[in-house]
Nanobody, 117 residues
Framework: VQLVESGGGLAQAGGSLSLSCVAS????????MGWYRQAPGKQRELVAS??????NYADSVKGRFTISRDNAKNTVYLQMNSLKPEDTAVYYC?????????????WGQGTQVTVSS
């Protein structure tokens, strides 16, 4: 499985950006998809995730970011509104596939999001 993110870039504080992540390759079923981010000098952190229709958000992005998924397109999106400079980071897409008792974890290459004040 390959995950390819797109949509990162530069935005001003208060602005919006939308990220996309497309899963390709051979897989049975992607059970979990999520977005993580890593700012310079910081650990990678969960931003938002979706599994079995249930969404989860980091407290820092609740009310501003929205994760959604198009199963037909094997794509997960992250709509980011009211951006803040502290949202600046490399954003990574993650997917987990569960096949029987085996769990497969996949990551995209990351896309840079920079928010200027």
């Amino acid at each position: 499985v390959q995950l390819v993110e797109s949509g990162g870039g530069l935005a001003q504080a208060g602005g919006s950006l939308s990220l996309s992540c497309v899963a390709s390759g051979k897989f049975f079923s992607i059970n979990y998809m999520g977005w993580y981010r890593q700012a310079p000098g910081k650990q990678r952190e969960l931003v938002a995730s979706m599994t079995s229709g249930t969404t989860n958000y980091a407290d820092s992005v609740k009310g501003r970011f929205t994760i959604s998924r198009d199963n037909a397109k094997n794509t997960v999106y992250l709509q980011m509104n009211s951006l803040k400079p502290e949202d600046t980071a490399v954003y990574y897409c993650s997917a987990i596939e569960v096949v029987g008792t085996s769990l497969y974890d996949y990551w995209g290459q990351g896309t840079q999001v920079t928010v200027s004040s």
